[in-house]
């Protein structure tokens, strides 16, 4: 972190520098909204590449069939832990943590958010749960291995380290409850002059939606969690059918969170795509409102339909069919959002950057997960393909296709806003077509797999799914090849790259109407807001 | 970005509201485990209540909501500068506050004593909705209990920024929050009580 500081100050006064403060302290213990959004950014993206690490090496396992270069015991490890820290550490704090961080208050008109110290402490908990998570793999019984959903009665039995690993969780869901209540009051009451709920870029309208996921469902984990660690440590037998317990109630507390967390990832990522294309194509984005409104859908229908992850667990045929239904429901906000979006592309003055290519990418990845989604969520097909590669499939194409690219997208676009340097064009187009073409080869392959019959979490397989295997894993080293060529080239432009000034990209929203990199008080004066967040009248690039 | 210009009153309450969501939805996944063994197994938990003291139940709702009713005069009291009476109040709530735990703790105590806590023996041995029954008792009950002593210290702590004149009448919201927070702890016992006293 230091090292980058140096390289900026030689920049304009800006929040680099103008608060005359530097080293790590004036990073650690800052509560500026845009050093608190970089501090996540490098967090979550450096728990991420751990995740990273982790998928290729069960990639490398799943190669051939037998023991490849791990046992069946450090393979439960690995796929836990690759999920534990994708999920809590990188996925969910990713994109409101960082970029609704550094954006967010921006976008409204505002100074910082509401509550900067209250902000700043989020952070902190969620270093803390984090360090909590990494211990827990290091000491005790050994790194939890019941994957990632912590399900009873493996996880209240088996002698790895789950209790510190859940501990860690709870100060991870403590975090993202404090940015939810953070961002929806900072939403609420610190919106400028003019900004009205119509005017709200479609980013913030996610992170909105977002927060009030995070407020309304992280407490239900962190008492589910509690459960798992008085089951443990207690023996309090809640979950125990010999103690008159019932484990199913554990899956639906854990999925009642755990499905509308997943909404905590997806929507803000669709926000992200819904500022950049608008600007990209040299439009106003279509159906703004209908937009605003799938967010808040999403979050409301995704709240109800978790037991579509218990279709085979036990449950009546009544919940089954309910549970599909909802599920359905949820998917048309979804189809919403995308048909705006590519109604907004439609006649538009398309421009093929980097940002606009992972943005484009998420549109196709996102619909083939969610058209996959539906196999899943209706319950006859599902009962064939549960517990299979296609759930592995789906989940990553929503996800990391879904997510993952958005969050790419957000860095090329943003990263240089608060950088005041850019990253070379060619390098970043030629990464983001090595990923795309890797990513596709890897998880639709698992797709193919999954309907062919290979279970997930296995770490041997029959010798039949041996050549799709072989092409997944492949799959996955392109992808990798794609990341590194990204990441060297994104970083390299940040440092040492040509200026980013101005408002290059053309953006209508606020961030772009202020100087590069944004001044630590964000606004010069009061901004007084007159037009919608994708008027481009006037704005030229 | 230290100064502040304005404080920003509505902003922090609605902050505060949304919490208070957040910790109504933590007692609700409990409540939800409630309500679904509850629909199973009626008659243990029915005998299950009927061994809780509801004399102490009820003796705890009373102290509870006087402890609330000092919160909410407090909160006037510093609304109308009279900061000596806030303070003697907030120390009421405390007073309170630590008179509840002490009549939990002899509870607790006689319930450990006769060998009933989660994953005893004697509860392994007797019928299963029982046992389900005092785990939940147990750990609802201790929740609820911890947010009293944490509420507890959050007066407390509010007290003393009062007698450093940091909050007053210009100033309450620190002790407008702090005192919905008791409402909320005191709002949930309301709930327990009747749950888990009062079942026939």
């Given at each position: 972190?230091?090292?980058?500081?140096?390289?900026?100050?030689?920049?304009?006064?800006?929040?680099?520098?103008?608060?005359?403060?530097?080293?790590?302290?004036?990073?650690?213990?800052?509560?500026?909204?845009?050093?608190?959004?970089?501090?996540?950014?490098?967090?979550?993206?450096?728990?991420?590449?751990?995740?990273?690490?982790?998928?290729?090496?069960?990639?490398?396992?799943?190669?051939?069939?037998?023991?490849?270069?791990?046992?069946?015991?450090?393979?439960?490890?690995?796929?836990?832990?690759?999920?534990?820290?994708?999920?809590?550490?990188?996925?969910?704090?990713?994109?409101?943590?960082?970029?609704?961080?550094?954006?967010?208050?921006?976008?409204?008109?505002?100074?910082?958010?509401?509550?900067?110290?209250?902000?700043?402490?989020?952070?902190?908990?969620?270093?803390?749960?984090?360090?909590?998570?990494?211990t827990s793999l290091f000491s005790g019984g050994g790194a939890p291995d019941t994957g990632w959903t912590f399900y009873?009665?493996?996880?209240?039995?088996?002698?790895?380290?789950?209790?510190?690993?859940?501990?860690?969780?709870?100060?991870?869901?403590?975090?993202?409850?404090?940015?939810?209540?953070?961002?929806?009051?900072?939403?609420?009451?610190?919106?400028?002059?003019?900004?009205?709920?119509?005017?709200?870029?479609?980013?913030?309208?996610?992170?909105?939606?977002?927060?009030?996921?995070?407020?309304?469902?992280?407490?239900?984990?962190?008492?589910?969690?509690?459960?798992?660690?008085?089951?443990?440590?207690?023996?309090?037998?809640?979950?125990?059918?010999?103690?008159?317990?019932?484990?199913?109630?554990?899956?639906?507390?854990?999925?009642?969170?755990?499905?509308?967390?997943?909404?905590?990832?997806?929507?803000?990522?669709?926000?992200?795509?819904?500022?950049?294309?608008?600007?990209?194509?040299?439009?106003?984005?279509?159906?703004?409102?209908?937009?605003?409104?799938?967010?808040?859908?999403?979050?409301?229908?995704?709240?109800?339909?978790?037991?579509?992850?218990?279709?085979?667990?036990?449950?009546?045929?009544?919940?089954?069919?309910?549970?599909?239904?909802?599920?359905?429901?949820?998917?048309?906000?979804?189809?919403?959002?995308?048909?705006?979006?590519?109604?907004?592309?439609?006649?538009?003055?398309?421009?093929?950057?980097?940002?606009?290519?992972?943005?484009?990418?998420?549109?196709?990845?996102?619909?083939?997960?969610?058209?996959?989604?539906?196999?899943?969520?209706?319950?006859?097909?599902?009962?064939?393909?549960?517990?299979?590669?296609?759930?592995?499939?789906?989940?990553?194409?929503?996800?990391?296709?879904?997510?993952?690219?958005?969050?790419?997208?957000?860095?090329?676009?943003?990263?240089?806003?608060?950088?005041?340097?850019?990253?070379?064009?060619?390098?970043?187009?030629?990464?983001?077509?090595?990923?795309?073409?890797?990513?596709?080869?890897?998880?639709?392959?698992?797709?193919?797999?999954g309907m062919k019959g290979m279970p997930r979490r296995y770490y041997d397989y029959l010798p039949e799914f041996a050549?799709?295997?072989?092409?997944?894993?492949?799959?996955?080293?392109?992808?990798?090849?794609?990341?590194?060529?990204?990441?060297?080239?994104?970083?390299?432009?940040?440092?040492?790259?040509?200026?980013?000034?101005?408002?290059?990209?053309?953006?209508?929203?606020?961030?772009?109407?202020?100087?590069?990199?944004?001044?630590?008080?964000?606004?010069?004066?009061?901004?007084?807001?007159?037009?919608?967040?994708?008027?481009?009248?006037?704005?030229?690039? | 970005?230290?100064?502040?210009?304005?404080?920003?009153?509505?902003?922090?309450?609605?902050?505060?509201?949304?919490?208070?969501?957040?910790?109504?939805?933590?007692?609700?996944?409990?409540?939800?485990?409630?309500?679904?063994?509850?629909?199973?197994?009626?008659?243990?938990?029915?005998?299950?209540?009927?061994?809780?003291?509801?004399?102490?139940?009820?003796?705890?709702?009373?102290?509870?909501?006087?402890?609330?009713?000092?919160?909410?005069?407090?909160?006037?009291?510093?609304?109308?500068?009279?900061?000596?009476?806030?303070?003697?109040?907030?120390?009421?709530?405390?007073?309170?506050?630590?008179?509840?735990?002490?009549?939990?703790?002899?509870?607790?105590?006689?319930?450990?004593?006769?060998?009933?806590?989660?994953?005893?023996?004697?509860?392994?041995?007797?019928?299963?909705?029982?046992?389900?029954?005092?785990?939940?008792?147990?750990?609802?009950?201790?929740?609820?209990?911890?947010?009293?002593?944490?509420?507890?210290?959050?007066?407390?702590?509010?007290a003393l920024k009062i007698k450093g004149g940091e909050v007053n009448a210009g100033n309450d919201i620190l002790l407008?929050?702090?005192?919905?927070?008791?409402?909320?702890?005191?709002?949930?016992?309301?709930?327990?009580?009747?749950?888990?006293?009062?079942?026939?």
């Amino acid at each position: 972190m230091d090292s980058n500081v140096q390289k900026v100050t030689a920049q304009p006064s800006c929040f680099w520098n103008d608060t005359g403060k530097s080293g790590l302290t004036s990073w650690i213990f800052s509560t500026d909204h845009k050093r608190i959004g970089l501090l996540y950014f490098y967090a979550t993206f450096g728990f991420f590449l751990t995740g990273v690490l982790l998928g290729l090496l069960l990639r490398v396992e799943l190669m051939a069939p037998g023991r490849t270069i791990v046992g069946p015991q450090t393979y439960n490890a690995l796929f836990t832990v690759h999920g534990v820290v994708m999920i809590f550490l990188f996925i969910i704090p990713g994109i409101p943590g960082a970029f609704g961080n550094m954006v967010m208050p921006i976008q409204v008109g505002a100074r910082d958010v509401s509550f900067p110290r209250l902000n700043l402490l989020s952070w902190w908990l969620y270093i803390t749960g984090a360090i909590i998570i990494l211990t827990s793999l290091f000491s005790g019984g050994g790194a939890p291995d019941t994957g990632w959903t912590f399900y009873v009665p493996f996880s209240s039995r088996t002698g790895t380290n789950v209790s510190l690993a859940v501990f860690g969780v709870f100060i991870v869901g403590f975090s993202s409850i404090l940015t939810g209540v953070n961002f929806v009051t900072t939403i609420h009451r610190l919106r400028a002059e003019g900004m009205t709920w119509g005017r709200l870029p479609l980013f913030t309208w996610s992170l909105y939606a977002t927060a009030w996921v995070q407020i309304l469902a992280t407490p239900i984990l962190a008492i589910t969690l509690v459960l798992i660690m008085t089951e443990r440590l207690l023996g309090a037998g809640l979950f125990d059918p010999a103690r008159g317990g019932d484990p199913i109630m554990y899956q639906h507390l854990f999925w009642i969170y755990s499905h509308p967390a997943v909404y905590i990832m997806i929507l803000p990522a669709m926000g992200i795509v819904s500022d950049i294309i608008p600007v990209f194509s040299r439009k106003p984005i279509f159906g703004y409102k209908m937009i605003a409104f799938s967010s808040i859908a999403i979050a409301a229908a995704g709240s109800l339909v978790w037991g579509h992850h218990m279709f085979t667990s036990g449950m009546s045929d009544t919940a089954v069919m309910v549970f599909s239904f909802l599920t359905f429901v949820v998917a048309i906000p979804s189809a919403i959002k995308v048909f705006n979006w590519v109604s907004t592309l439609y006649r538009g003055s398309i421009s093929l950057e980097a940002p606009m290519l992972f943005a484009l990418s998420f549109i196709l990845l996102f619909s083939i997960g969610g058209l996959s989604g539906l196999i899943l969520g209706s319950a006859a097909t599902d009962v064939h393909v549960h517990d299979t590669h296609f759930v592995v499939g789906h989940f990553h194409y929503v996800m990391f296709g879904g997510t993952g690219f958005a969050i790419f997208a957000a860095m090329h676009y943003w990263l240089p806003k608060f950088y005041g340097r850019r990253y070379a064009e060619k390098p970043a187009v030629v990464a983001w077509a090595l990923m795309f073409t890797g990513f596709n080869v890897l998880y639709f392959t698992m797709q193919v797999l999954g309907m062919k019959g290979m279970p997930r979490r296995y770490y041997d397989y029959l010798p039949e799914f041996a050549t799709l295997n072989l092409v997944a894993t492949v799959g996955s080293w392109i992808l990798a090849a794609g990341l590194v060529i990204m990441l060297v080239n994104l970083f390299r432009g940040l440092w040492w790259g040509a200026p980013f000034e101005g408002n290059p990209w053309g953006g209508a929203t606020l961030e772009w109407s202020i100087p590069t990199p944004p001044p630590t008080e964000n606004f010069v004066e009061e901004p007084t807001v007159t037009h919608g967040p994708y008027d481009f009248t006037g704005i030229g690039r | 970005m230290t100064t502040h210009p304005h404080k920003d009153y509505a902003g922090a309450k609605l902050g505060m509201w949304l919490f208070l969501f957040t910790e109504l939805l933590l007692f609700g996944g409990m409540f939800l485990l409630y309500s679904v063994y509850f629909k199973r197994y009626p008659q243990e938990f029915a005998a299950g209540g009927r061994q809780l003291d509801w004399i102490m139940g009820t003796v705890n709702t009373v102290i509870l909501l006087t402890s609330s009713l000092c919160a909410a005069m407090a909160v006037t009291a510093v609304q109308r500068d009279e900061l000596r009476r806030a303070v003697a109040l907030i120390g009421g709530t405390i007073l309170c506050a630590a008179g509840f735990m002490v009549i939990k703790y002899v509870e607790w105590s006689a319930k450990i004593g006769h060998g009933i806590y989660p994953g005893s023996e004697h509860l392994k041995s007797g019928p299963p909705g029982e046992s389900v029954f005092f785990s939940l008792y147990f750990i609802t009950t201790g929740i609820h209990g911890l947010h009293v002593l944490i509420g507890g210290a959050l007066l407390a702590w509010i007290a003393l920024k009062i007698k450093g004149g940091e909050v007053n009448a210009g100033n309450d919201i620190l002790l407008e929050n702090g005192a919905l927070y008791w409402h909320l702890v005191d709002l949930i016992w309301i709930f327990i009580f009747p749950l888990y006293y009062l079942i026939l």
